[in-house]
């Protein structure tokens, strides 16, 4: 049976992309803790992520770069923190928070996801892609 996100990957259900190529997906996570936090989903559906074949493995980490630098500066974050997940859903993905503040824990920040409206979630993503796009000129 396929995950929920290779429903999305094939569009079976509506997701939010911010970055597409051959190896991976970026999106909107539907249940953010924090503004602009993203999911970087490699096209196969494998739920542990040193499974992956080591260039899909190194291209996802390269993805998950470019866009933290873009959440830096579309989401004005100190940092973005990263965990990498499989469990949840079993389909391994990077979670990319942009953390505006590191006066606490990611734990502490991270522990309050709710559902976003996708209006909210469209006008992230277009900030998202704007960032992308400056940073690559």
Known sequence: MCSIFTKIIKREIPGHFVYEDDVCVVLMDKFPAVEGQTLVIPKKE???IFDLPKEEYLH???VAEK????????????RTCIVVEGFEVPHAHIRLYPVPETDKSLAEIIKNPSEEPDEVLAEQATQLEAALLELQN
């Open 46 to 48: 494998i739920d542990y």
């Open 60 to 62: 996802l980490w390269e």
């Open 67 to 78: 866009i933290a630098r873009a959440s830096d500066k579309a989401f004005e974050a100190k």
